[in-house]
């Protein structure tokens, strides 16, 4: 069975920081890209930041760019979200997904993914 298991989420004062991690099994983690996403009520799921299969290759959206840091160790199997400088605009159900690395396109395209986890909150509020 595949599974992404997402945990890390929680209560945080504006300026605030979290790690959000992925842990994973089921599949051949090093041939897949790893992605967070975050769906806020009333909004479509996002994308915020992927890694590549190695490690080398990063992308984030602009809203978090220079706050959000995403790395994986393909030792353990798991992937890291370090969120920095929390906003209330942060908070959202967040998510990790999974694609193979070779598989083209936006890595913000959730119909790209084959594997998803089930999500974990984050609140930013005082």
């Known amino acids: 069975d595949v599974q992404l298991q997402a945990s890390g989420g929680g209560l945080v004062q504006p300026g605030g920081s979290l790690r959000l991690s992925c842990a994973t099994s089921g599949f051949i983690f090093d041939d897949y890209a790893i992605a967070w996403f975050r769906q806020a009520p009333g909004k479509e799921r996002e994308g915020v930041a992927c890694?590549?299969?190695?490690?080398?290759?990063?992308y984030y959206a602009d809203t978090v760019k220079g706050r959000f840091t995403v790395s994986r160790d393909n030792s353990k199997n798991t992937v890291d979200l370090l969120m920095n400088s929390l906003r209330p605009e942060d908070t959202a159900v967040y998510y990790c997904?999974?694609?193979?690395?070779?598989?083209?396109?936006?890595?913000?395209?959730?119909?790209?993914?084959?594997?998803w986890g089930q999500g974990t909150q984050v609140t930013v509020s005082s």
């Open positions: 997904a999974a694609r193979p690395q070779a598989r083209r396109g936006s890595y913000s395209d959730t119909g790209s993914y084959d594997y």
């Open positions: 890694v590549g299969s190695s490690g080398e290759r990063t």
